[in-house]
């Protein structure tokens, strides 16, 4: 037994090695796009989560061969992808810190994806499937670095909160709506009203849905020529 053993650790030694190198290689390069774009997720988590999945990879093969000598009777079973499906079902708790909700949009999924992927890659290579691996690092640095730089030119829904405040007896919200139906792509949800009598105001609250290639500086210029309006603002919202 101690002879097949150690006869398979000098003969596997220096391949074993280059496979956790090429997996740091091909996470850290992942990872450092991800850095460079401020996500907590970054070069090092890459790099660790990339060599410890192709470790795991090397000590799951590794397992059958600890067992050779035992013969069809014996009651040992070793299941060589049993360590690799725990490893990628763990690796979705560390994905999901990394998903942030925000008021209006989910970020983080690319980060979630990158580390899932960065997993399958470290046990491909752990496995010896260096081809494979290539291959999927260079379609994933496409991914991540060309269509950023490129993106399609797909116009996306933006959920906003317009908030108005106009004097109490003017109450233009009629002029208001005139200049929001006038852009085309947005669409009044509902308004809320809200007045102060102390202050002597009114605050009106839409709940618009557009393009996210609005003209905005065009709408606010509108909005500026309606004298009657204090003061306004606008806020990213909630997606229904």
């Known amino acids: 037994m101690q002879e097949i053993l150690f006869e398979f650790l000098a003969r596997q030694e220096w391949t074993e ?5 090429l997996a740091a290689l ?5 990872g ?44 040992i079973r070793a299941d060589p992808g049993r360590i690799a499906s725990y490893t990628v079902a763990g690796m ?32 491909a290579i752990g496995a010896g499937l260096y081809l494979p691996a290539l291959v999927t690092s260079g379609i994933t640095f496409l991914a991540l670095f060309g ?40 669409s009044i949800e509902f308004v809320n009203y809200k007045e102060n009598m102390e202050e002597q105001d009114v605050t009106y609250t839409f709940r618009m849905v557009s393009k996210d290639d609005l003209a905005w500086n065009e709408l606010l210029d509108s909005l500026r020529e309606i004298h009657s309006i204090l003061e306004f603002s606008w806020r990213e919202a909630e997606v229904p």
């Open 92 to 123: 979705g708790f560390l994905g999901a810190g990394t998903i942030i909700k925000g008021r209006g949009s989910i970020r983080g999924l690319t980060t979630a994806a990158g580390l899932w992927l960065v997993t399958a890659l470290g046990l």
């Open 17 to 21: 090695l280059f496979k956790l190198i």
């Open 147 to 186: 269509l950023r730089v490129y993106r399609p030119d797909i116009a996306r829904d933006q959920h906003t909160l317009l908030t108005v405040r106009c004097c109490c007896e003017a109450r233009p919200i009629n002029e208001i709506r005139r200049v929001l139906d006038s852009f085309s792509g947005l």
């Open 26 to 30: 091909l996470g850290g390069i992942i």
């Open 32 to 75: 450092l796009e991800r850095e460079a774009h401020g996500q907590a997720a970054g070069l090092r988590t890459n790099i660790l989560l990339a060599i410890a999945a192709c470790l795991l990879m090397q000590l799951s093969l590794y397992i059958p061969q600890m067992h050779l000598g035992h013969g069809e009777e014996s009651i």
